[in-house]
């Protein structure tokens, strides 16, 4: 009633009444007004889809740190699991020389030998439980945060879509805008010389810390003991904090013994370790 009154258009006689020029001025306004209501809406759609695609993107961050910590745990228990191997085999050995007649050592210091390593034994089982219990309690956690994460994301993607059609139908020949998300990925690779040692077999490298020695030069166990403690803990140090607990201090004189092939005297320093570290 409003615009026909500025128009000059008589409600009661029916559309028509007015001017081209009027008629023209009207189509072009109301044009205008779906055009800033179908944008108002749009913005408002774009950023809430915006600021639920931050969250979820934090939550899936947040899960590939927490995802690190299970190679750690693995190496952890397969650790465990050959410290006990070697103990019993000690065990074993020691039980047999104690049936012997003795010649060299007294029956009261095989028993007391066997005693501890009888309660060595014993701990080192409860630690391996222990590891075990924690990782798949971190398991469990870590595959329901993933399905709660590809939920939201899923949510967030339907809403959306929705609402992208709703605003188009409002506003035609419009198109929300695009981000387009940049991930920078840094690759630090260097060519590896001659064959490289097993690394792995030094107490507290798993294949992670293998990967990131290699790349930053360190191949062979000569490498390991001429790199020293402080330059490989600053190789550690640069891939995250979640290398922060790792102690190379041992790392050197286990790199002697294997390059020496002293392996019997590398699994008896190993069983007194842990994760690397004198205990």
């Given at each position: 009633?409003?615009l026909l009154?500025i ?5 009661i006689q029916?559309?028509?009444t007015g001017?081209?020029?009027e008629h023209?001025?009207e189509i ?15 913005r ?5 889809w915006?600021?639920r ?7 899936l ?10 190679e750690?745990?693995?190496l952890e228990i397969?650790?465990?699991s050959e410290k ?14 104690s049936?012997?007649p003795?010649?060299?050592q007294s ?12 309660q060595?034994?014993n ?9 075990k219990m924690r990782e798949?309690?971190?398991?469990t956690?870590l595959?329901?945060?993933?399905v709660i994460a590809?939920e ?8 959306s ?8 139908s409002?506003i035609?020949?419009t ?8 991930t920078?990925?840094k ?9 490289g ?9 798993g294949?992670?810390?293998e990967?990131l ?6 191949n ?6 001429g790199s020293g403690?402080?330059?490989i ?5 640069k891939a995250g904090p ?21 392996w019997d005297?590398?699994?008896e320093m ?6 690397g570290?004198?205990?």
């Open positions: 009633m409003i009154d128009f000059g258009q008589n409600p029916g559309p028509g001017t081209f020029a023209l001025i072009i306004l109301m044009l205008v007004i779906a055009f800033l209501l179908g944008w108002w809406l749009g408002i759609t774009v950023n809430k915006r600021k695609y931050k969250e979820t993107e934090a939550e961050q947040l899960l590939k740190a927490e995802s690190l910590g299970v750690d745990r693995k397969s650790t465990l006990v191997k070697i103990l019993e085999d000690k065990n074993s050995r020691l039980r047999m020389e049936v012997k003795a010649s060299t029956t009261s210091v095989l028993e007391a030998k066997l005693q501890t390593q009888d060595l034994i701990q080192l089982r409860k630690e391996l439980d222990l590891s798949a309690d971190f398991n956690s595959s329901a945060a993933k590809e939201k994301r899923a949510v967030t993607k339907n809403e879509n929705k609402k992208s059609k709703e605003s188009t409002v035609a020949a198109s929300a805008p695009k981000e387009k998300a940049k920078k990925s690759a630090k690779a260097k060519a590896k010389t001659g064959k040692d097993d690394l792995k077999k030094i107490e507290g490298v294949p992670k810390i990967q020695l290699n790349a930053d030069g360190v062979t166990y000569k490498d390991v003991i403690a402080e330059k803990k600053e190789i550690l140090m979640q290398y922060k607990v790792h102690d190379p201090s041992t790392w050197g004189e286990q790199s002697k013994l294997a390059m020496e092939e002293k005297q590398l699994h190993q069983a007194q370790l842990k994760g570290k004198k205990v």
